[in-house]
């Protein structure tokens, strides 16, 4: 009886947390929507962006953000070199045209701290925040700014698209491709019923007053940035037609890298800011929990429901769901030592791609809290391939 009981609850947070939820979202945005007062206003906006050692990119990035369409007298950017050691401030800075300037730290500090800096430095009504790895549709800015017509509105997330990466990626970039599309669905409904819990760090916008600086020890500014606004009483939207571009990681340790940090980050979050977790403090209190707390014990509810079911095969059903279980990490481990696999067709790179990373997910979140317990990780991050 404890055996079952522990299987079903293990099942029902799994069952809640993956699908429960976003049905939820999905049916109360449809039942209470509210919508977003768009309008052509075009406020000044000041693109920060914050580079370390990205002298290979940054001249090709300068040159997506000045091609935005945007009017120009409206538009700056300020590039942020955090203790770069390459060429990154000397490219940045020959850059002809006016509305770039550059912030160049000699210290190598972390993100967080290079953004209250660089908001403090910021003159734009709007505060776009940008990496150096991805490229920006064009139209992305005028997206974003049209949902600041509404006065409820303090953040607008943008989307992130992947675009094809390697023949190595294919598999990885499959599960990678298909959990972000999922996501993505969970941020449209939760904005279309009030907010995100928070925004895509590759692209989304701020007013600049109601920016509030961070601990220099942050490791998800693009979640606690935006709550803090919704702290403040107003919304945190997502917007697909800002599109920002990038491609899927190149292995599945790159992405593993990406996860671990990201969760750790999670565990940092709910850790140093308590009001995330009351109700009475936080509108977005169910959201919260259901979206990113709930998701942090997935490693512990899998491990508990693979025991229990080990001491209920007795019932044929308990043997199917053991079953069950066994082709799932069966197909993660096909896919880990037989990557070659990824090459025999679509539906080869879903069926393995799809468990992989779900169970890469699972992993990334156990080293991902041993890392946060340990204190072990870094604030600042390591730069991608290029």
Request: aromatic content about 8%; charged content about 20%.
């Amino acid at each position: 009886m404890t055996a079952a009981l522990i299987f079903w609850a293990s099942c029902g947070l799994l069952g809640y947390t993956l699908l429960g939820y976003p049905l939820a979202m999905a049916f109360l945005a449809r039942l209470r929507p509210r919508p977003v007062t768009r309008g052509d206003e075009l406020p000044t906006v000041t693109v920060v962006v914050v580079a370390h050692d990205e002298g290979p990119r940054i001249a090709a990035r300068l040159d997506n953000l000045l091609a935005l369409d945007y009017p120009p007298e409206r538009l700056s950017i300020l590039l942020c070199s955090d203790g770069s050691s390459d060429p990154t401030v000397v490219l940045a800075q020959a850059c002809a045209d006016p509305r770039v300037s550059v912030l160049a730290f000699e210290q190598r500090r972390g993100k967080a701290a290079v953004l209250d800096d660089a908001v403090a430095a910021a003159t734009g009504e709007i505060v776009l925040f940008a990496d150096a790895r991805q490229h920006f549709d064009r139209a992305a800015l005028r997206a974003l700014v049209s949902s600041f017509a509404d006065p409820k509105v303090g953040a607008v997330s943008g989307e992130l698209c992947f675009e094809a990466g390697p023949p190595s990626a294919s598999t990885v970039g499959a599960g990678v491709g298909a959990y972000w599309r999922y996501e993505k669905l969970i941020r449209r409904a939760e904005s279309r019923l009030d907010s995100s819990v928070g925004a895509t760090g590759a692209i989304y916008a701020i007013r600049r007053n109601l920016f509030e600086p961070i601990a220099p020890t942050t490791i998800l500014d693009d979640v606690l940035i935006p709550m803090n606004i919704v702290r403040s009483g107003h919304r945190t939207v997502f917007e697909p037609n800002a599109r920002a571009y990038d491609q899927v990681a190149g292995t599945a340790a790159e992405e593993f890298a990406r996860k671990v940090r990201t969760i750790a980050g999670t565990f940092q979050l709910f850790a140093q800011h308590h009001w995330l977790l009351d109700p009475r403090r936080n509108r977005l209190w169910l959201q919260t929990v259901s979206h990113k707390l709930l998701r942090l014990l997935g490693p512990l509810a899998l491990g508990a429901a693979l025991v229990a079911n080990l001491f209920l095969l007795a019932s044929p059903f308990y043997r199917t769901t053991l079953g069950l279980q066994i082709l799932l990490y069966g197909a993660a481990l096909l896919e880990q030592t037989r990557p070659r696999l990824a090459g025999h067709g679509r539906v080869a790179r879903v069926l393995l791609g799809v468990p992989y990373a779900f169970c890469l997910l699972q992993a990334a979140t156990l080293l991902g809290f041993m890392r946060f317990a340990a204190g072990a990780q870094s604030v600042t991050w390591t730069k991608a391939r290029v």
